[in-house]
């Protein structure tokens, strides 16, 4: 008779979330995320995934980021035939998120293929998989609506409570039953928002808890407030518009677009920006915000109050243009008029955004603005950091653009806002809290402040190791 928590991701880092409940020997999966970062490591784990996939009795998947998600459809064509549960609105996103990284790793083999085939070389590189197994994946879904509490099996109930960090996004409270009937409730945070955020809710309170397990991205940092986010922005193409020039934006298509959509249809209707054409130029994001468009469930008051009560959609206005083909793409940079074009990817390394940058990084009336994590070795990085002459696709460019930075956007609770949520808990509850999802200085950092707050009992969870509840 046991009950046993143990991580196989997102474990002493940030990428590919995986933790595991084990019942009795019954066990539940929370999130089965892809492995992020330099392509042979990532890869090798990935190709791991968790053992015996079959017998698994259930997973929950908290929100659709590509490191919470991304691994469903191994997991699928591995011979998992058992439920996936998720809120609507995340089952819906991880759709588009697992589709894409299908057709971008069908796409990887066929040109690393060609390459090799021209240097002669052996090639035998396959991808994780493929549409059809993310079709599979998509079947297995079962949905649950925010605090609708759920039966998943012998002696497992789950209730999910809005995490405030994108659409559909959820904390797990899940109750686990031995056979010898003692219960134990256990919350998984995924990964944890912030009050603020545009679109959807703040982090909801949850019901006592004996064992937290939470993320620690931000354990060492605090951010700037949500709320200044929109005034920043207005200043920004305020005077890039002055100077007649354009706002480039790489973001990450999935709630980053939203949210700066969400802000320019508000800046313009107040009249706080002039109007100017509002371009997003990713099929993807375009994909995307669909989702956002038929999930008013998930939005917060100020939404409602602003457009749902007006039949408005906060997705759609007068100015905002969506291209989703590549000849729209390129007519873009035949236009002169002072414009924002919101591309991907975020950290500038693929896509469509890179061909926007050649256009207009050497023109100094034009404005890069970042609003996402940049990480280390990016083109995206190296534009941050203003380095006087960046490489795109083999070529040099000056850059004589402004670049502009606004680091309210983050959609994770840093170390402050993170305590602000636990002291909704039971903390005399409160036996332990496990802490994932974060770099080794920000776990410590987290755990030295938590023990601060007396905090009784704070573990960094090791990879691979069991911990008895
Ligand atoms: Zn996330």
Request: proline residues 4%; neutral net charge; contains cysteine.
């Given at each position: 008779?046991?009950?046993?928590?143990?991580?196989?991701?997102?474990?002493?880092?940030?990428?590919?979330?995986?933790?595991?409940?084990?019942?009795?020997?019954?066990?539940?999966?929370?999130?089965?995320?892809?492995?992020?970062?330099?392509?042979?490591?990532?890869?090798?784990?990935?190709?791991?995934?968790?053992?015996?996939?079959?017998?698994?009795?259930?997973?929950?998947?908290?929100?659709?980021?590509?490191?919470?998600?991304?691994?469903?459809?191994?997991?699928?064509?591995?011979?998992?035939?058992?439920?996936?549960?998720?809120?609507?609105?995340?089952?819906?996103?991880?759709?588009?998120?697992?589709?894409?990284?299908?057709?971008?790793?069908?796409?990887?083999?066929?040109?690393l293929a060609k390459q090799a085939a021209k240097k002669g070389q052996k090639f035998d590189w396959k991808p994780l998989y493929d549409e059809e197994d993310v079709v599979k994946a998509m079947g297995q879904f079962v949905t649950v609506s925010y605090e609708r509490p759920l039966p998943i099996g012998d002696g497992m109930r789950i209730e999910l409570f809005d995490a405030g960090h994108i659409l559909g996004s959820a904390i797990c409270r899940m109750l686990a039953r031995d056979r010898s009937g003692r219960e134990v409730a256990i919350g998984f945070t995924?990964?944890?928002?912030?009050?603020?955020?545009?679109?959807?809710?703040?982090?909801?309170p949850i019901p006592p808890v004996d064992y937290l397990v939470i993320e620690a991205t931000y354990g060492d940092r605090l951010h700037e407030s949500a709320a200044d986010a929109m005034d920043m922005l207005a200043e920004i193409v305020n005077r890039t518009v002055k100077r007649g020039g354009k706002i480039i934006i790489p973001s990450f298509a999935i709630e980053r677009t939203q949210e700066l959509v969400y802000y320019f249809h508000m800046l313009t209707d107040q009249k706080k920006i002039p109007e100017i054409p509002i371009w997003v130029d990713s099929p993807m994001a375009i994909n995307a915000t669909s989702i956002f468009q038929i999930h008013p469930e998930c939005y917060d008051e100020e939404t409602h109050q602003a457009f749902v009560r007006h039949h408005e959609n906060p997705f759609g206005f007068n100015s905002l243009h969506f291209s989703s083909s590549v000849q729209d793409s390129k007519r873009l940079n035949d236009m002169r008029e002072p414009m924002v074009i919101i591309s991907a990817?975020?950290?500038?390394?693929?896509?469509?955004?890179?061909?926007?940058?050649?256009?207009?990084?050497?023109?100094?009336?034009?404005?890069?603005?970042?609003?996402?994590?940049?990480?280390?070795?990016?083109?995206?990085?190296?534009?941050k950091e203003r380095e006087p002459e960046v490489r795109i696709h083999g070529d040099f460019f000056r850059l004589n653009a402004e670049v502009a930075e606004i680091n309210a956007f983050s959609a994770h609770a840093d170390y402050e806002e993170s305590w602000e949520w636990m002291t909704t808990l039971d903390l005399e509850r409160l036996k332990k809290v496990f802490l994932v999802h974060g770099e080794p200085e920000s776990l410590s950092a987290m755990r030295t402040f938590l023990l601060g707050k007396g905090v009784k009992d704070v573990q960094i969870v090791k990879y691979g190791e069991r911990y008895e509840l």
């Open positions: 008779m046991s009950i046993r928590l143990h991580s196989e991701g997102a474990a002493g880092e940030v990428t590919g979330s995986k933790h595991v409940l084990t019942i009795d020997g019954a066990r539940c999966l929370i999130d089965c995320g892809a492995f992020q970062g330099k392509r042979e490591v990532a890869e090798e784990k990935n190709r791991a995934l968790v053992p015996d996939p079959e017998s698994l009795s259930s997973v929950v998947l908290t929100h659709a980021h590509f490191d919470h998600c991304g691994m469903l459809p191994l997991l699928a064509k591995r011979g998992y035939r058992g439920n996936i549960y998720a809120t609507p609105a995340t089952r819906d996103l991880a759709g588009v998120v697992m589709m894409d990284s299908a057709a971008i790793q069908a796409r990887d083999a066929e040109y995924g990964d944890l928002g912030r009050k603020n955020k545009p679109i959807i809710r703040d982090p909801s990817d975020g950290m500038c390394e693929a896509g469509r955004i890179q061909h926007h940058l050649m256009h207009y990084i050497s023109d100094q009336r034009n404005t890069i603005l970042i609003v996402g994590y940049m990480a280390a070795n990016t083109l995206g990085r190296r534009i």
